[in-house]
């Protein structure tokens, strides 16, 4: 069984880099962003830091559920 973890994000730049650091190493197999379009940057500094990133393409917070889980 693979464990995965989703993250929908919209203007994380803030926290995002904290929040991805915080996850314990070995508690997923896979880490999944998913970006709702940002303006701020936040998809630059997740692609910078090298985990998976997802262009959201619906709207809203369960689109991008939904989207990382595909």
């Known amino acids: ?9 919209l203007n994380e730049a803030k926290c995002i880099e904290q929040t991805l650091s915080e996850i314990p190493e ?8 998913v970006d ?5 940057g936040t998809a630059n500094i997740v ?3 090298g985990y998976r ?8 917070f369960g689109g991008g559920f939904i989207e990382g889980i595909q």
């Open 53 to 60: 990133l997802v262009m959201q393409r619906s709207r809203g």
């Open 47 to 49: 692609r910078k830091l």
């Open 26 to 33: 070995g508690l997923a197999d896979e880490i999944i962003v």
């Open 36 to 40: 709702a379009h940002s303006a701020d």
């Open 1 to 9: 069984m693979r464990i995965s973890i989703v993250i929908p994000t």
